[in-house]
């Protein structure tokens, strides 16, 4: 029993604090570092915990014990996302996929296609780093200061010509995503490819947001003239899944 109530103690610590390293949670709990180290591991074998994004050192919680309360058991994702992504489908005729941030990539975990014979080719598990995709983007906006600067550190050693990035253009870029919700990929990652994209907040504004909602867009399909329409119907989706999750947003 002792085990489990560690387990528990463990969870409620890092909720509270999040994100939260071996050696803060062994201080605050008052329990061994190898004691902490094993919990921690199994926690993440089970889904309660995972490793933060940004610092693989700390920890955070994933969605499990959200939707687990909120939904009750059984519940998945898709439960959540698969009306209004095919709502956002039919209106837009474009492929619109959620994504799932991981290690500094965003990867494609669901997905509807487009009916036109050009289309952008996303199979799922398709992975891009963050701020080279739009709901990538528009999830890093949700990321404290320091964390995002940690991710740009990391990032400036691995540029390569063809992905040079400016770092005071990207902060620049998402400061106006944070304001108004969205993102916008110009053939950011592949020249043929563009997209508009915003984050799914699922567990609530306190942590970076985990997942993403975008409409992938051939680039020369990708008018200005269609932006405004499927920005509108992109943070419309947004609304209804954030709604149905119980989560309060303001846009």
Not at 33 to 54: D, F, G, I, P
Not at 72 to 98: I, K
Not at 212 to 218: D, F, R, T
């Amino acid at each position: 029993m002792q085990v489990i109530a560690n387990a528990i103690r463990i969870v409620e610590c890092v909720m509270r604090n999040q994100p939260l390293g071996v050696t803060e949670i062994s201080k605050m709990l008052g329990l061994p570092k190898t004691t902490v180290h094993r919990m921690l591991q199994s926690l993440e074998e089970n889904e309660w915990l995972a490793r933060q994004a940004q610092d693989p050192r700390k920890w955070v919680p994933t969605p499990r014990l959200w939707l687990l309360a909120n939904r009750g058991p059984g519940f998945n994702l898709t439960d959540l996302t698969s009306s209004p992504m095919a709502r956002l489908n039919r209106a837009t005729d474009e492929n619109v996929h959620v994504t799932q941030a991981e290690e500094g990539n965003i990867i494609v975990i669901d997905k509807l296609e487009s009916t036109q014979p050009i289309r952008v080719y996303d199979p799922l598990g398709t992975k891009v780093p963050m701020h080279m995709s739009s709901s990538g983007k528009a999830m890093l906006s949700t990321w404290r200061e320091e964390d995002l600067a940690a991710y740009l550190d990391r990032l400036e050693p691995q540029e390569n010509q063809s992905h040079t990035v400016e770092r005071s253009e990207l902060l620049e870029e998402i400061y106006e995503i944070q304001q108004r919700g969205y993102a916008l990929n110009r053939g950011n990652w592949r020249p043929e490819i563009s997209g508009i994209g915003t984050s799914l907040p699922l567990a609530g504004l306190e942590v970076p947001a985990p997942y993403g909602l975008a409409i992938s867009v051939p680039t020369h399909r990708m008018r200005e003239s269609v932006i405004p329409q499927f920005v509108e119907l992109l943070l419309q989706a947004r609304q209804e899944i954030l709604k149905a999750a119980g989560v309060a947003i303001k846009y």
